[in-house]
């Protein structure tokens, strides 16, 4: 059995994502929704980058470690709002992820690398932050795009798809537009990057 620092890592990020109340249905089970979520950041991680570090596979599982503890509701409406949500998030999962890493074994450096992923520091300068950045983007292309884009009006949705498309490297690009979708879903990315085949 691996008794790595990593494997005693990934096993708590699972074990505190499997708290989640809320679930989900994939694969013919159902998940508690972060514990899912975690395991698709890491799917897409993987995939663009085969070599990837201990360290981006982990702020990867972490993405949205525990996300459910901090509501939207607990914000105020509006984009003001919706940012400081946002950021209180982000160092959340940044801190959790510490703790969990430093009982799992890992020293700073580590742990300083996880945090900075996490809180989105230095991201274009970084590659390992923009596989993480894509791998978001292409997990909310390839599992939510769809039932957001049902329930959304249509400017709002073309909006949000050409906000996520300038996050996205050339290779996620790429990814994303070999994702199966359904032609309602298609012509809103082509109209989101201004016509067939652009972008």
């Not at 505190?16 to 899912?36: C, F, M, S, V």
């Not at 894509?134 to 292309?141: E, G, P, Q, R, S």
Request: aromatic fraction near 8%.
């Amino acid at each position: 059995m691996d008794d790595s620092p990593y494997a005693r890592a990934c096993e708590a990020i699972d074990r505190a994502n499997a708290a989640d109340p809320r679930t989900e249905e994939a694969d013919g089970r159902t998940w508690p929704k972060e514990q899912l979520y975690s395991r698709r950041m890491v799917d897409w991680t993987a995939r663009l980058r085969p070599d990837a570090t201990e360290e981006l596979l982990l702020a990867a599982r972490a993405q949205h470690l525990m996300r459910w503890s901090i509501p939207r509701t607990d914000f105020p409406d509006g984009r003001t709002g919706y940012l400081r949500w946002r950021e209180t998030l982000k160092r959340f999962h940044a801190d959790r992820a510490e703790a969990i890493l430093r009982e799992a074994g890992y020293g700073d450096g580590p742990v300083a690398k996880v945090r900075t992923l996490l809180l989105r520091k230095n991201l274009a300068e970084d590659p390992e932050g923009q596989t993480l950045e894509d791998a978001a983007c292409l997990v909310f292309l390839e599992h939510e795009f769809a039932p957001f884009a049902a329930k959304t009006e249509r400017a709002k949705v073309v909006d949000i798809l050409r906000k996520t498309w300038e996050k996205m490297s050339p290779a996620a690009r790429e990814a994303a537009l070999g994702l199966p979708m359904k032609p309602g879903e298609k012509g809103l990315v082509e109209e989101a990057l201004g016509g067939p085949g652009k972008g």
